[in-house]
């Protein structure tokens, strides 16, 4: 079955950096396009950046853009999203997703929180 497993959440101040990982398996992983979200309390869930199967197209959230990178290694079946110069806005429940046949895939998330 599919399977999304996400860590690398943590704690951390106002301008440091975190690297996300999102270790997938059950599926043909080299075709399918990946994505991480991020929801925070009271909010709604939010795209945050998305990569194409050979991981030269991504897109990106502008509140994230030429702070996050996202990338993937095809033959680790992992995607990363780092975060650089990170703000407490960016401090949410940050999830792993694939859409396979219409079908919406959800890891269990990963907690960052940007606090001084």
């Known amino acids: 079955q599919v399977q999304l497993v996400e860590s690398g959440g943590g704690l951390v101040q106002p301008g440091e950096s975190l690297r996300l990982s999102c270790a997938a398996s059950?599926?043909?992983?080299?075709?399918?396009?990946m994505s991480w979200y991020r929801q925070a309390p009271g909010k709604e869930r939010e795209l945050v950046a998305r990569?194409?199967?050979?991981?030269?197209?991504?897109n990106y959230a502008d509140s994230v853009k030429g702070r996050f990178t996202i990338s993937r290694d095809n033959a680790k079946n992992t995607v990363y999203l780092q975060m650089n110069s990170l703000k407490s806005e960016d401090s949410a429940m940050y999830y792993c997703?694939?859409?396979?046949?219409?079908?919406?895939?959800w890891g269990q998330g990963t907690q960052v929180t940007v606090s001084s």
């Open positions: 059950g599926f043909a992983f080299n075709l399918a396009r």
């Open positions: 990569i194409f199967n050979t991981g030269v197209s991504t």
């Open positions: 997703n694939t859409r396979l046949w219409s079908t919406d895939y």
